[in-house]
C-alpha cells in the first residue's frame, strides 16, 4: 500500500504534532507527545514498527513507552538527547541509538536521519524522499527556529542546521514541525536571512 503521512495534535494547536507515518497495516510514530491514549487510536489497526523522538524534551517523549508497548518496538532517540530523556524515563533508555545517514523503513517509504542540533545537542529530522517531507521536531517551525527555556539552545548552530542540512533539501519539500503548521523548504529559505538577522528573540514553543 502507499504510504501516507498522518497528523495527530491530542492537545490542540499549541500541542506537539505526533506524525504518524506509514500505510494501512504498519506506521511509524514519530514524536508521540504526552497523550497515549490519542496516538494510539489514531494507530488502531496497524503495526507499530518503532517510535521516533526528534528529540528528548519531555513534552515530546512523555508517551513514548506506553506507545511502543502496545506491539513491543523499539524506541529511538539521538545518544546526546539521553540526558535529558532520563528527566521523563529514569532507567529505560531507548532501544535505538540514531545517526546521522541512519534509516527507518515502512511501507514504501524511508525515514533517513538528520542530525539537526540546536535547539537540544542531539535534536534530528527526519526526511522522507518518497512522501517529499521532511519532520523537523522543534528543529525548525513555520516561523523560524523553536526556542526553548533549557540550559542548552544554541541558536547558533540551529540556524546552521536550518541552512546546511534542511534549506539544501528540494525546495519543494514540506516541513512538518513538532508544533504548529507546515510549511516548506521554499519558504522557510526565503525566510532565513530574517532569522539569521533577528537572532533568538523568535516566537516559538518550547518543549
Not at 499549541?14 to 487510536?41: K, Q, R, S, Y
Not at 516561523?143 to 548552530?157: N, V
Not at 540556524?159 to 514541525?177: D, F, N, R
Not at 522557510?188 to 539569521?196: H, I, L, Q, T
Amino acid at each position: 500500500m502507499d504510504a501516507r503521512i498522518d497528523r495527530v495534535v491530542p492537545d490542540g494547536q499549541d500541542g506537539c504534532n505526533t506524525w504518524l507515518v506509514g500505510d494501512d497495516t504498519e506506521v511509524i510514530v514519530v514524536d508521540p507527545g504526552d497523550n497515549a491514549e490519542a496516538v494510539l487510536a489514531a494507530a488502531s489497526g496497524r503495526e507499530i514498527l518503532a517510535v521516533i523522538c526528534t528529540h528528548g524534551h519531555q513534552g515530546h517523549v512523555a508517551a513514548a513507552l506506553e506507545v511502543a508497548a502496545r506491539d513491543g518496538a523499539p524506541v529511538a532517540l539521538h545518544p546526546r538527547d539521553l540526558l535529558v530523556w532520563r528527566e521523563a524515563h529514569a532507567g529505560q533508555d531507548p532501544e535505538i541509538q540514531m545517526e546521522e545517514g541512519g534509516v527507518f523503513e515502512v511501507a514504501d517509504a524511508a525515514l533517513e536521519v538528520i542530525h539537526t542540533p540546536g535547539h537540544s545537542p542531539g535534536s534530528v529530522s527526519l526526511y522522507c524522499e518518497e512522501l517529499g517531507a521532511v519532520l523537523t521536531g522543534d528543529a525548525l517551525l513555520a516561523d523560524g527556529p523553536a526556542q526553548h527555556a533549557g540550559e542548552f539552545p544554541d541558536f547558533a548552530r540551529q540556524l546552521s542546521a536550518i541552512g546546511e542540512a534542511l534549506l539544501t533539501l528540494p525546495s519543494q519539500t514540506k516541513v512538518l514541525p513538532g508544533h504548529g503548521d507546515e510549511t516548506t523548504i521554499a519558504v522557510a529559505g526565503r525566510r532565513f536571512d530574517s532569522w539569521v538577522s533577528t537572532g533568538p528573540q523568535l516566537p516559538g514553543t518550547p518543549g
